[in-house]
């Protein structure tokens, strides 16, 4: 595993990058709108040599291959799903579930692509491609992050519906493809040093859709990000909002060259090499939700309320919630599902539920944790108020008593309002609300995977006293994904 500081530099590699509002980025290490975050993914690459994390990070010194980043496993066994799953958890909670593309999930994404090609089965050179690409940021840490690679809102106006694609082919060669166009919103483009761009790109090629990955500094890439999240400058009243900003994007491509090793045939759906991806995104939301819930606790017992009965029920109300996902990622890891080569993947009916659960509970949490401080959410002070000499005293008499100072009560106050009531969270909640389709796909997901139609309903006739007709429920699984929203350009 790399250290941070090398990761660090990685970034400093010449980059075309744009952030809304901000103009042409020249160095995202030092820009303000890029630095913090920065300084987050330097921290999670030397948790990897930081001997309180790494009994959580790193594999037993005892496991078949010795002790590696779990960040990185190709997982074959139950043990390895819930080793992998307790580094997820316990990482991303670090940044409340606002960093949800780690290097971590570059893993997952290179994982999904070797499983997708295996499983195709187009050449045994592009299953090679695949593993050995994996195999490299396993040894290396390199950082990939996912684009779906779907259309922006101008491609899809187009007048004539053949132009309405992302991507077009420019040329092909022996050595590879070279693609034009601009592909639509993906995450942390801007700490990234790889992008995988997905089956939503519009490229066919022998009969199969073409994706690929694509480094971020290749020449004809830019990447555009949009605007960053309002904050305060300073710290102490946007604790969360000041060091965690992902920066989704788009990217364009003018005659980028993709070399044959770096290109992927898969089908036109993306799900094939998704599943791994979507147990990583349920863990980043059970984060914010038991983060949510934390925050809750703590500011139950700093504002006096461990009492109040209408509060312990709020709390019930969110150890629910909380406990509801957390054990349907539990029992996705115990009730995997195998692949033909051998690879675990978490069961796909248990993520399904999860993901529902939360989705639908999302909302709900946050609004619970801005109800249950109470009007002090959103007067507390800053720690420079607190010391002026003007208002000082009296802030200190307003927020001071219980045994927490002023400074103390203020602090986890701004904590939580940052977490639930600024532009970071509005952000994170506009963003989730189209996740992987929203709830109308999590429910055809767990439409198509769950398997126990025809037991359960064949169970039920066991119990009569007359010869029933068997049951045959198989056909619920079909289940055709409506189509990405269909617009229509305006008539002239």
Same mark, same amino acid.
């Given at each position: 595993m790399r250290t941070g500081a090398e990761y660090r530099e990685a970034l400093r590699d010449g980059r075309r990058l744009y952030i809304m509002g901000e103009g042409l980025i020249e160095d995202v290490t030092v820009h303000p709108a890029t630095r913090a975050t920065v300084d987050e993914y330097v921290a999670w690459y030397d948790r990897h040599a930081d001997p309180e994390w790494q009994a959580v990070v790193l594999t037993p010194a005892d496991r078949p291959g010795g002790r590696v980043p779990w960040s990185y496993v190709l997982p074959r066994?139950?043990?390895?799903?819930?080793?992998?799953?307790?580094?997820?958890?316990?990482?991303?909670?670090?940044? *409340?579930?606002?960093?949800t593309h780690t290097p971590a999930y570059g893993n997952l994404i290179a994982l999904g692509i070797l499983?997708?090609?295996?499983?195709?089965? %187009?050449?045994?050179?592009?299953?090679?491609?695949?593993? *050995?690409?994996?195999?490299?940021?396993?040894?290396?840490?390199?950082?990939?992050?996912?684009?779906?690679?779907?259309?922006?809102? !101008?491609?899809?106006?187009?007048?004539?519906?053949?132009?309405?694609?992302?991507?077009?082919?420019?040329?092909?060669?022996?050595? !590879? #493809?070279?693609?034009?166009?601009?592909?639509?919103?993906?995450?942390?483009?801007?700490?990234?040093?790889?992008?995988?761009?997905?089956?939503?790109?519009?490229?066919?090629? !022998?009969?199969?859709?073409?994706?690929?990955?694509?480094?971020?500094?290749?020449?004809?890439?830019?990447?555009?990000?949009?605007?960053?999240? *309002?904050?305060?400058?300073?710290?102490?009243?946007?604790?969360?909002?000041?060091?965690?900003?992902?920066?989704?994007?788009?990217?364009?491509?003018?005659? %980028?060259?993709?070399?044959?090793?770096?290109?992927? #045939?898969?089908?036109?759906?993306?799900?094939?090499? *998704?599943?791994?991806?979507?147990?990583?995104q349920l863990y980043c939301w059970l984060s914010k939700a038991e983060f949510t819930l934390g925050l809750a606790l703590a500011c139950t017992?700093?504002?006096?309320?461990?009492?109040?009965?209408?509060?312990?029920?709020? #709390?019930?109300?969110?150890?629910?919630?909380?406990?509801?996902?957390?054990?349907?990622?539990?029992?996705?890891?115990?009730?995997?599902?195998?692949?033909?080569?051998?690879?675990?993947?978490?069961?796909r009916g248990h993520i399904a539920a999860g993901s529902i659960a939360m989705q639908k509970a999302r909302q709900r949490i946050t609004e619970t944790l801005r109800i249950l401080p109470g009007s002090s959410l959103v007067v507390a002070p800053s720690d420079k108020d607190l010391a002026a000499p003007e208002v000082g005293a009296g802030l200190d008499e307003s927020f001071a008593g219980g045994g927490y100072t002023a400074l103390q009560r203020s602090a986890l106050l701004q904590l939580a309002a940052d977490h639930v009531a600024s532009a970071l969270d509005g952000r994170e909640s506009a963003f989730e609300l189209h996740a992987n389709g929203g709830i109308p796909a999590w429910r055809g997901r767990i439409r198509r995977s769950f398997s126990r139609y025809n037991e359960l309903a064949n169970g039920v006739l066991k119990s009569l006293s007359l010869d029933m007709p068997a049951i045959d429920l198989d056909g619920l699984r079909t289940f055709t994904p409506a189509p990405r929203r269909v617009v229509t350009p305006p008539k002239a």
């Open positions: 066994s139950t043990d390895d799903l819930r080793g992998m799953g307790r580094c997820f958890s316990e990482t991303t909670f670090q940044s *409340a579930g606002n960093i499983d997708a090609v295996q499983q195709r089965n %187009v050449s045994r050179e592009q299953i090679a491609s695949a593993a *050995a690409y994996r195999d490299m940021i396993a040894a290396t840490g390199r950082f990939l992050t996912f684009c779906a690679g779907a259309a922006t809102i !101008g491609a899809r106006l187009r007048p004539d519906p053949a132009d309405r694609v992302p991507l077009r082919l420019v040329r092909e060669t022996d050595a !590879g #493809l070279t693609v034009s166009g601009k592909v639509g919103m993906h995450t942390s483009p801007a700490y990234a040093e790889d992008v995988y761009v997905g089956s939503h790109c519009g490229i066919d090629h !022998g009969g199969h859709r073409v994706t690929f990955i694509v480094p971020v500094d290749a020449p004809g890439v830019t990447v555009l990000c949009r605007k960053i999240s *309002a904050r305060h400058a300073n710290a102490f009243m946007a604790p969360l909002s000041s060091r965690f900003d992902e920066l989704d994007g788009q990217m364009w491509l003018e005659d %980028v060259f993709i070399p044959w090793e770096r290109i992927f #045939l898969m089908d036109t759906s993306p799900e094939p090499m *998704a599943s791994w991806l979507f147990w990583h017992h700093a504002m006096g309320l461990v009492e109040h009965e209408p509060t312990l029920e709020y #709390l019930i109300d969110l150890i629910v919630d909380v406990q509801t996902v957390r054990s349907c990622v539990t029992a996705a890891e115990l009730d995997p599902e195998l692949t033909a080569e051998g690879y675990c993947i978490p069961g």
